[in-house]
């Protein structure tokens, strides 16, 4: 994939960063770190510019938010707890949990926007949850577009700093992506456990 990624990029140049970036959020599994750092590198050998690839990537980046953030609220929170009510019994979650969650995302959800845009794969799917909760829209698009700014001009700037060994940072990164991965799964384990006892104290 990486191959095809900067084969892509090095044809279309800033219609390629755009294009691939919205695609990033919309599919998670594709790498992010690969486009922006690649990118970066790209300054040093074309006549791209650092800040011309950092504000491609930035809009491809919120044009794919909003496209899951208008999944979200297709969803809504009516639609899953419908499910809930229907399904929530194999996972033991009841629809005060979609209630309380929803309650919860309204509170905090602009700051969790923000930081989640430089987290891998929360990045992508928070933007879901966000469209679930009916976040504000315009509030929305600027705590995505701030957290999306400081992640990208990140990477393209250190991508461009570095040139030719613009793929050591990709392999930080991976080890960064790896230890993020792992916590969401603790954390998932851990949720699972919180609702099967609390069931069980219920009984």
């Given at each position: ?13 800033y ?44 809009i ?22 419908r ?36 987290v891998?794969?929360?990045?992508s ?58 916590l ?19 009984k």
């Amino acid at each position: 994939m990486e191959n095809w990624i900067t084969g892509f990029m090095e044809q279309f140049g800033y219609f390629g960063v755009f294009l691939l970036i919205c695609l990033e959020n919309v599919f998670p599994p594709i790498p992010s770190e690969v486009i922006l750092t690649f990118g970066g590198f790209m300054t040093t050998t074309t006549n791209l510019t650092v800040l011309g690839v950092i504000f491609a990537a930035t809009i491809g980046s919120v044009f794919g938010a909003v496209i899951l953030y208008a999944l979200g609220r297709w969803l809504d929170v009516e639609k899953i707890e419908r499910i809930v009510d229907k399904w929530g019994y194999l996972l033991r979650v009841k629809k005060e949990d979609v209630e309380k969650a929803d309650h919860w995302f309204q509170k905090y959800g602009y700051w969790t926007v923000f930081f989640c845009r430089m987290v891998p794969l929360l990045r992508s799917l928070i933007s879901i949850p966000a469209g679930m909760a009916h976040m504000n829209f315009p509030l929305f698009l600027f705590f995505t577009t701030a957290g999306t700014i400081i992640w990208n001009s990140i990477l393209v700037t250190l991508g461009a700093k570095l040139g030719e060994s613009w793929e050591k940072i990709v392999e930080y990164m991976d080890i960064y992506s790896n230890i993020v991965y792992m916590l969401i799964a603790i954390a998932i384990i851990a949720v699972i456990i919180y609702f099967i006892r609390r069931s069980k104290t219920q009984k």
